[in-house]
């Protein structure tokens, strides 16, 4: 039942929405890259606050 439902709201909004299937993957892999660059931005700066916290143990 509820996978019905929401079955039909996501047509009825890709129907009332006026946008094209392209028009939706076009933002659906937007959304999917600015998530990862995020994800690596993330690592990269745990990799950074590691990398000077060990520096600083080093230098004590």
Do not use: F, P
């Amino acid at each position: 039942m509820k996978v019905t439902l929401a079955a039909s709201a996501l047509a009825c909004t890709l129907l009332l929405s006026g946008c094209t299937t392209s028009g939706w993957l076009h933002a659906a892999s937007g959304v999917m890259d600015a998530k990862d660059a995020y994800e690596k931005q993330e690592r990269l700066d745990r990799i950074n606050r590691a990398n000077a916290a060990a520096a600083r143990v080093r230098s004590n």
